[in-house]
């Protein structure tokens, strides 16, 4: 399985990103996919995921009311546009896919088995 992120870089802090990942090599039909963010000297943190299943989506709290993720089930890809973005939110992202066994999918790292390289996004004030 590999994932790829595209869509870091460099932003204002109040304003907008968005993210993009795509899943190749893998083929079951349930899964989750979701987002993760790290920055330097903290441990890697749940941004948000979904499930193929139902498409519900969690948010972690330091983006509720912030960020919307969305699947693409044929592509098996997701986005994550997130608006407001603070200094704060300056770390890697990292994409997270693994197989889902329902609707609900936690921004967890135990439940994700692959990752993708991830990509750096800086908010500066």
């Known amino acids: 399985v590999q994932l790829v992120e595209s869509g870091g870089g460099s932003v204002q802090a109040g304003g907008s990103l968005r993210l993009s990942c795509a899943a190749s090599?893998?083929?079951?039909?349930?899964?989750?996919m979701g987002w993760f963010s790290q920055a330097p000297g903290n441990e890697r943190e749940g941004v948000a995921a979904?499930?193929?299943?139902?498409?519900?989506?969690v948010y972690g709290d330091s983006v509720k009311g912030r960020a919307i993720i969305s699947l693409d089930f044929r592509r098996k890809a997701i986005s994550l546009d997130m608006n407001n973005v603070k200094p704060g939110d300056t770390a890697m992202y990292y994409c997270?896919?693994?197989?889902?066994?329902?609707?609900?999918?936690?921004?967890?790292?135990?439940?994700?088995?692959?990752w993708g390289q991830g990509t750096q996004v800086t908010v500066s004030s």
């Open positions: 997270a896919a693994d197989g889902g066994g329902g609707s609900y999918c936690p921004p967890e790292k135990d439940v994700f088995g692959y």
């Open positions: 090599g893998y083929t079951d039909s349930s899964y989750c």
């Open positions: 979904i499930s193929s299943v139902g498409h519900d989506p």
